[in-house]
């Protein structure tokens, strides 16, 4: 269903009849979920769970190819239940000897310091193998192949971080997704718009929207746990001390700021805490969610007020993923902090025209920040994207944002959109190719 931007009040309201609404919450649904851990590490501890599953046994020997992003995005990060061990090998091992591929991204939850002991023996053995997957297109691309003995398994994961398109055992294909007549499972009929999301947020019976106040609860506990212990750079906890007050202040602002960053240093560092994540990336659900939570609450908005809001925000960033794809060299940042402002600007009193500048205004200001890979660091990003999107909305709220003739900006907000994901998804590709090499040739 495509509505176009310019779609009167009335119609667009008459069109979002229920069964519209149940699949609208069906696609957020399916998008925020779950997950501990840096999501591409996990989902290659996922993907050797399957391909271990489909061997019977825990295997001799794990060979892994990866495709550049993926390799990108796993290599800087701590693996949840390890202590703080960093980068795919114990990913990996901890995927064959704990992992459960019905926990999806959850999959290590029951990862225990027996299990990482045994891990590290496995990576001393020299049983896992890693490489760069050559000669493909796609940018989240996961193949494992478990052996023990004679006995070969292969799972193959592409398109987004749960999609299984390829399970096979010695000469037997279980599943081919290529034999498939069924769409994929990343492709959706709805055609999505700034309108349509809009409208979807302030006018669906509220009791439909109040599933998403979980991502709130999730979210907002794990940057509480985050205060309480050091992980990554601290950056939350800095934020948050009584000492920075002198310099950030007391109030709201620093207070988003601190949770946001707070929850991005524990899921970096590879705490075993559980994040809503938004199309894949558990930084794009906290900086999704929690720079509307704690306005909403330092606000003293209502429950209905915080839920559609959330919605906003969250839907807001699968649009905008839907267009760029799961992994590229823009980080996500970007994007979630995209869907914070417009959530916020929500709660500001704002309608439809103020949520359109502060989508101009975050792409005018944020396009080009480089992703180089998830690492403890990206709370610092976290931290610029969501101090973005509160200027961006404040900016809104004032009818002040950028025109059409600077920049990338155009007056139709959708064509905007358009912009960024074409420089993150084409423009961006040499970019991408670049920090790859460079990560992977450090001395």
Known sequence: MNIDTQTSLSEIIHCMEKNLRDRFAALIKKEVIPAIGCTEPIAVSLCVAKAKEILGQKPDKIKVYLSANVLKNAMGVGIPGTDGMIGLPIAVALGALIGNSGYQLEVLKDSSPEAVEEGKQMITENRIEIKLKDGITEMLYIEVTCSYKDDLATAVISGNHTNFIYLKKNDTILFDSKLQTEKSCDKDDLELNMKLIYEFAINTPIEELEFILESAK???????QSFKNKYGHELG?????????????????????????????????????????????????IAATLPVTIYAEKNNKTKEDLARALIMSHLTVIYIKQKLGRLSALCGCVIAATGSSCGIVLLMGGEYEQVTFAVKNMIANLTGMICDGAKPSCSMKLTSGVSTAVFSAMLAMEQKYVTSVEGIIEDDVDKCIDNLTRIGSQAMQETDKMVLDIMTHKK
Do not use: H, W
């Open 218 to 224: 999730v979210n907002k506990a794990a940057s509480e």
């Open 237 to 285: 906890r800095t934020l948050n001390g009584k000492s920075q007050y002198s310099v950030m202040g007391d109030n709201v602002f620093t207070s988003i700021l601190s949770y946001t960053s707070a929850a991005c240093d524990a899921r970096m560092a590879g705490a075993k805490i559980p994040v809503m994540s938004n199309s894949g990336s558990g930084n794009q659900g």
